[in-house]
């Protein structure tokens, strides 16, 4: 009797994070690791401000808004061999490419944030600037008129701005194809993400692939997880008798 009482009053263990001496009946498990109670709880309360399915339910749905608006930039496109590009078509595509490409840096951004990717900060960068691109191409086309119009010479930035736009979509799309086979893993739907990337990539390459590589991407994002959705972070220590019982052997 009087030795149980004694093992319960040592302290068996330290905090990870502050080191603080633990009795056994203050440990907690913050994913598996010894913890106080309190660190615990800041630890999670931190992490839930950045894991959340929400970065990719934004990515998803802002890969779909770009699906929607590539149908108006490929039509745009097609009439580029014989300018200028009808309004309707390339107001509609550059400026619902340009909202999806900036929600879907946030699901980019969610990569990171979720699933420890790097990658999550280039593909946010580079949907950004594709963003800004196409921003600032849709501008120079409401204020300016089309390009390539018989009575106006197009300034350079016209041109400049549809490249930093495709650039943008174009790696970003090549480089998501990369990413999601990399993730294949976390993601657990091995045939639908590798059909994504074969998408993505061929998208990258092909203006008519668009369509497919965008819906597909926002698949990839809408069934997406938090990774630590799965377990409750912060667990009671499990006691187990045999590793406590004799500490000194
Ligand atoms: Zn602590």
Not at 66 to 72: D, F, L, M, N, P
Not at 221 to 248: D, G, I
């Amino acid at each position: 009797m009087s030795e149980s009482i004694q093992q319960e009053d040592k302290a068996v263990a330290n905090c990870i994070f502050c080191g603080k001496p633990l009795k056994r009946d203050e440990i907690v498990r913050y994913h598996g690791a010894i913890s106080c109670q309190e660190c615990a709880e800041k630890a999670k309360m931190q992490q839930e401000r950045f894991t959340s399915p929400l970065f990719f339910i934004i990515g998803g749905i802002g890969a779909l808004i770009a699906a929607v608006g590539s149908i108006g930039y490929i039509l745009a496109s097609l009439f580029s061999f014989a300018p200028p590009a009808p309004y309707p078509w390339v107001v509609s595509g550059y400026s619902l490419l340009s909202l999806g490409l900036a929600l879907l840096s946030v699901g980019y951004i969610g990569l990171y944030f979720n699933w420890d990717r790097k990658w999550g900060f280039v593909l946010a960068i580079c949907s950004l600037i594709g963003c800004l691109g196409g921003l600032i191409y849709l501008n120079l086309y409401l204020t300016l008129g089309p390009p390539g119009s018989w009575d106006m010479v197009t300034p350079p930035i016209y041109i400049i701005s549809q490249y930093v736009f495709e650039g943008g979509l174009f790696i970003s799309l090549a480089l998501s194809g990369a990413l999601i086979i990399l993730t294949r893993d976390d993601h657990g739907i091995e045939v639908l993400t590798l059909a994504t990337a074969g998408a993505s990539l061929l998208g990258s390459a092909i203006t008519y692939f668009l369509l497919p590589a965008l819906t597909l991407l926002s698949i990839y994002f809408l069934t997406a997880r938090a990774v630590w959705t799965s377990q409750p972070p912060v667990r009671p220590e499990v006691k187990r008798k045999e590793a406590y019982a004799y500490p000194n052997k």
